[in-house]
């Protein structure tokens, strides 16, 4: 069962300019994602900047995200490790927090076999009693979830989805194919949400939808209500300004922009950092074009 249909944001983490989590500008952006009529929040992925995070504050933001939400829209808490005794720990922890389910990243830099991400996933499920998300973003972690395994993986009854960010629409289908009709498959790619979805995916988590929330929820909606013409509109009037927020590693450029909206600090840690003033020229011809400015 989904925890969620339409659009889930990967909601940026804000900084202070010391480097610490601005909870003030954290809980004024959850507000207007709530606002706006977002259909869920990822808090502490790959947008979260969860990797520059220690545990303590992966928690602790995580937990201020569930506060704030209150329940008002399901609320996925990004986990995840290269190593396994790790991922659990901080798997427990996240869940404890209050969230509805965990985003479960694969393993990184070890490059395990499909066996090692069978046992992993397994383990890091059967240590939970919440709903688990695989992601696979093979083009950061080196490792890509087949469908085999996929499959496999979701035999298991906490294993309920996968964000699939693989960019191989032939790979998504065959997720789609060989999963059972409850497990949820989401885009986690913003300018693939449509031909996704067209395969049987129920929605997204997306980067995008930091910055264009009502658009973004609007898209994935107009789809589910059987709308394919709005949905397709709206997909191919975000790719410039998709691309651009692309134009530089994730979550740099997103960030940036929300910085032009007045939503946050453009404070990065190291080893991110600020984007070319090429790349913030491009972000802002986009976001002005797109009328975000």
């Not at 046992?119 to 998300?133: E, M």
């Not at 067209?198 to 264009?212: D, E, H, K, P, R």
């Not at 790349?279 to 976001?287: G, K, N, P, S, T």
């Amino acid at each position: 069962m989904a925890v969620f249909e339409g659009c889930g944001v990967a909601i940026v983490t804000p900084f202070k300019e010391d480097g610490s989590v601005d909870y003030g500008k954290f809980r004024e952006f959850i507000e207007w994602q709530i606002e706006e009529g977002i259909d869920a929040i990822i808090a502490c992925g790959t947008s979260g900047e969860a990797s520059t995070l220690d545990d303590e504050e992966h928690v602790n933001t995580v937990k201020f995200c569930v506060d704030v939400v209150n329940g008002r829209v399901p609320v996925i808490g990004g986990a995840g490790s290269n190593d396994t005794r790790h991922g659990l720990n901080l798997a427990r922890r996240i869940e404890a927090t209050g969230v509805d389910a965990l985003l479960l990243v694969t393993p990184y830099y070890n490059k395990c076999s499909q066996e090692g991400l069978i046992r992993h996933y397994t383990a890091t499920a059967d240590a939970v009693n919440i709903p688990c998300i695989l992601y696979s973003v093979k083009g950061r972690t080196g490792v890509n979830i087949e469908p085999a395994t996929v499959a496999k993986l979701a035999q298991h009854p906490n294993i309920v989805g996968i964000k699939e960010a693989s960019g191989s629409i032939s790979q998504v289908a065959e997720i789609c194919r060989v999963t059972p009709d409850d497990f949820a498959v989401y885009s986690g790619n913003d300018d693939m949400v449509v031909p996704l979805m067209s395969l049987g995916g129920v929605g997204y988590i997306s980067v995008v939808a930091n910055v264009a929330p009502k658009d973004s929820v609007e898209m994935s909606r107009a789809f589910l209500n059987g709308d394919v013409a709005r949905a397709r509109e709206l997909q191919l009037a975000m790719k410039p300004l998709i691309d651009a927020l692309f134009a530089d590693v994730n979550p740099i450029p997103v960030k940036a922009a929300c910085a032009m909206m007045g939503k946050m600090e453009m404070t990065y840690r190291l080893p991110l950092c600020a984007p070319s003033e090429e790349v913030l020229a491009r972000i802002r011809h986009e976001m002005e074009a797109y009328g975000l400015l």
